[in-house]
């Protein structure tokens, strides 16, 4: 079978700057929907670009990579409920057609709720995105007029067809933390994001910061092995601004190929952009200096740590190539 991956998007700028609020590794789920008959609406959660299997057909007809509901032959339309892993406000929402082009929903909408205790009975709804015209196989860039921090989505499709991938940015909005409290400044689900990375031939970077260990090698940020000197490297931006007390470096999984050595580098930089920060990384000072990297293993390190400022982004250099599965920055959130 030949498989197609969708082509990426390329967001504005300040969106960048966001994080995906709808992404599954925050523990974002679908509630409910009308109908899910020939996708299920979960699809459309996944971290992955949407990819299009041709001659792949299940028990109701062509398999799609998203959410696709069977065409309507009565009035009305079709919806479906997301919670949110986290608490957000939105800045902006990216909804995605990718390979859908005979069956693609004519327009959308989304409406948004503050429910954190999941009782939605009686809820009020507020637009947040006007009812839009999409078209076939497109990525539709839009900006949310969303201050208020919210839980949950509706997203409305007119009158039916199937969505790829809904993307929703913003930021994480702790509302309840206890500031002598540890945490994991840079987990995905406190608004941690990757900035730039050197490569990511076999897996992402963005893996480094989800939840629990790894579950495989392929659950980790592995790069391919290097053929020229230097080292690989990525750019963290913390999610919550703090004084860094603790790090794990986890290299689960990775045993033949894990990296000889790790250092980290750290600043707080404020209002710089991505572009800017990229060259800019090489020169920041050392939040932790080279240390040797083992097997399968969680190293940690609180003695070793160099800086005791609060910072908001760190580089994680990997060197010289390799895998490693997690990365945890634990410290206060700043006053």
Same mark, same amino acid.
């Given at each position: 079978m030949?498989?197609? @991956?969708?082509?990426?998007?390329?967001?504005? +700028?300040?969106?960048?700057? $966001?994080?995906?609020?709808?992404d599954? =590794?925050?523990?974002t789920? @679908?509630?409910?929907c009308?109908?899910?008959f020939?996708?299920?609406?979960?699809r459309?959660?996944?971290?992955?670009p949407?990819?299009?299997?041709?001659?792949k057909?299940?028990?109701?007809?062509?398999?799609?990579?998203g959410?696709?509901?069977?065409r309507?032959?009565?009035?009305?339309?079709?919806?479906?409920?997301? =919670?949110l892993?986290?608490?957000?406000?939105?800045?902006?929402? /990216? $909804?995605?057609?990718?390979?859908f %082009?005979?069956?693609?929903?004519?327009?959308a909408?989304?409406?948004?709720?503050?429910?954190?205790?999941d009782q939605?009975?009686?809820?009020?709804?507020?637009?947040?995105?006007?009812?839009?015209?999409?078209?076939?196989?497109?990525?539709?860039?839009?900006?949310?007029a969303q201050?208020?921090p919210v839980t949950? $989505?509706?997203?409305?499709?007119?009158? /039916?067809?199937?969505?790829?991938?809904?993307?929703?940015?913003?930021?994480?909005? $702790?509302?309840?933390?206890?500031?002598?409290?540890t945490?994991?400044?840079?987990?995905?689900?406190?608004?941690?994001?990757?900035?730039a990375?050197?490569d990511?031939?076999?897996?992402?970077? %963005?893996n480094?910061?989800?939840?629990?260990?790894?579950?495989?090698m392929?659950?980790?940020w592995? +790069?391919?092995?290097r053929?020229?000197?230097?080292?690989?490297?990525?750019?963290i *931006?913390? &999610?919550?601004v703090?004084?860094?007390?603790k790090?794990?470096?986890d290299?689960a999984?990775?045993?033949?190929?894990?990296p000889?050595?790790?250092?980290?580098?750290?600043?707080?930089?404020d209002?710089? %952009?991505?572009? *800017?920060?990229?060259?800019?990384?090489?020169?920041?000072?050392y939040?932790?200096?080279?240390?040797?990297?083992s097997?399968?293993?969680?190293?940690?390190?609180?003695q070793?740590?160099?800086?005791?400022?609060?910072v908001n982004?760190? =580089?994680?250099?990997?060197?010289?190539? &390799?895998?490693i599965?997690?990365?945890?920055?634990?410290?206060?959130?700043?006053?």
């Open positions: 030949t498989i197609t @991956i969708a082509k990426p998007v390329e967001l504005p +700028t300040h969106l960048k700057k $966001l994080v995906n609020l709808a599954t =590794r925050m523990g789920q @679908i509630v409910c009308s109908d899910e020939f996708a299920k609406a979960e459309m959660l996944n971290a992955e949407a990819q299009f299997v041709e001659g057909y299940d028990d109701h007809g062509k398999w799609m990579d959410w696709e509901t069977r309507k032959r009565e009035a009305g339309y079709d919806w479906c409920i997301i =919670r892993g986290v608490t957000g406000k939105i800045s902006g929402v /990216d $909804l995605d057609t990718s390979f %082009t005979g069956n693609y929903p004519a327009s909408s989304i409406e948004a709720c503050y429910a954190p205790n939605l009975d009686g809820v009020v709804w507020q637009e947040i995105l006007p009812n839009t015209p999409l078209s076939p196989d497109h990525h539709h860039v839009l900006e949310v201050t208020d949950h $989505l509706r997203l409305n499709i007119y009158p /039916d067809g199937g969505i790829a991938r809904l993307r929703v940015y913003g930021q994480v909005v $702790l509302e309840k933390f206890d500031p002598t409290q945490l994991d400044l840079a987990a995905l689900k406190n608004g941690g994001r990757i900035v990375y050197s990511a031939h076999f897996g992402h970077p %963005t480094l910061l989800n939840p629990g260990r790894g579950i495989n392929g659950d980790g592995e +790069t391919k092995r053929r020229a000197p230097g080292y690989d490297w990525c750019i *931006q913390l &999610g919550q703090g004084a860094i007390e790090i794990e470096v290299t999984h990775f045993k033949g190929n894990f000889a050595f790790c250092s980290i580098q750290a600043i707080y930089a209002n710089a %952009t991505d572009a *800017q920060l990229i060259p800019q990384s090489m020169f920041w000072p939040l932790l200096s080279e240390q040797p990297l097997m399968d293993h969680i190293h940690e390190y609180i070793q740590i160099l800086i005791s400022e609060k982004y760190i =580089r994680l250099n990997m060197i010289p190539d &390799g895998g599965s997690r990365i945890r920055l634990w410290g206060k959130i700043a006053q």
